[in-house]
């Protein structure tokens, strides 16, 4: 019974004298393995219109412009104004700095504009520009005694409105620009409303050439919007400058 008391009286002093000596101390930190998500812009409905309109392009070809204007008419025709108008909500995965972004949405005015003044209004929460689309539609009638050209041309307007966690970006065509001449000297230069012509109205007059421009105005507005997208939603929209760290 001695020995046993002995025996763990030595281990006590033994454990004891290890605590006392050991001056090392071992820290356990977690890692942070918080997610830094990179910002990013989608537009669920503008993805649903774009792919319906490329659906019914692709059931059509140049033989057939009237149908495919008229489909098309049929799921986005020209607003109360008459005018060919697309207007989507971009959501953001994040809030974010406006006028940061304003910097990229600029950026992206100069490069989907040629024109050096495309830019004709800024707020501290918008933008609005203007392109202009060059023969969007064209014909041509040659007969033995008589000739006649027509070229359609338009003003594409471009307008985005920022808040802390979305873009609102309408594009509106409003006028077709119709130019046309004809071998007896007469020439005609006007504006013309696009509601006013085919296929929002069946108007016989030129409809194959209405028809048209119909299309391609569409296809430039849905393409605008596209082009947008894509360009925020490049890695270097994420990039930022950030203070030496000291």
């Known amino acids: ?10 281990l006590i002093v033994s454990f004891a004298a290890f ?7 071992n820290v356990v930190t977690k890692a942070d393995t918080t997610e830094v998500k990179p910002l990013s812009f989608e537009c669920v409905a503008f993805d ?3 792919a319906l309109f490329r659906e019914i392009c692709g059931k059509y070809n140049n033989s057939k412009l009237k149908k495919w204007a008229q489909e098309l008419n049929n799921h986005f025709t020209t607003d109360d104004t008459g005018a060919i108008h697309l ?20 950026g992206w005015f100069n490069q989907a504009f040629s024109g050096a003044n495309a830019i004709k209004a800024m707020t501290d ?27 359609i041309s338009a003003d594409i307007d471009v307008i985005l409105r920022f808040k802390e966690n979305r873009i609102k970006i309408d594009t509106y065509i409003r006028h077709y620009k119709y130019i046309s001449g004809d071998s007896m000297m007469k020439s005609k230069n006007t504006l013309i409303v696009c509601g006013e012509v085919f296929p929002v109205v069946n108007e016989k007059t030129d409809d194959q050439v209405y028809a048209c421009a119909f299309i391609n105005s569409l296809d430039n507005s849905f393409g605008k919007i596209d082009s947008f997208l894509k360009y925020m939603n490049r890695p270097a929209v994420n990039v930022q ?5 000291w």
């Open 48 to 50: 649903n219109d774009i």
């Open 19 to 25: 605590g006392q000596n050991d001056t090392t101390v």
């Open 87 to 106: 207007e989507y909500v971009i959501m953001a995965n994040q809030d974010f700095d406006i006028e940061r972004i304003k910097t990229y949405a600029i």
């Open 241 to 245: 400058n950030e203070e030496e760290d």
């Open 125 to 151: 929460n918008s933008i609005s520009a203007t392109g202009t689309l060059v023969g969007i539609a064209q014909k041509s009638v040659n007969a033995i005694y008589y000739a006649k050209s027509i070229t």
């Open 1 to 10: 019974m001695k020995k046993i008391v002995i025996v763990l009286f030595a």
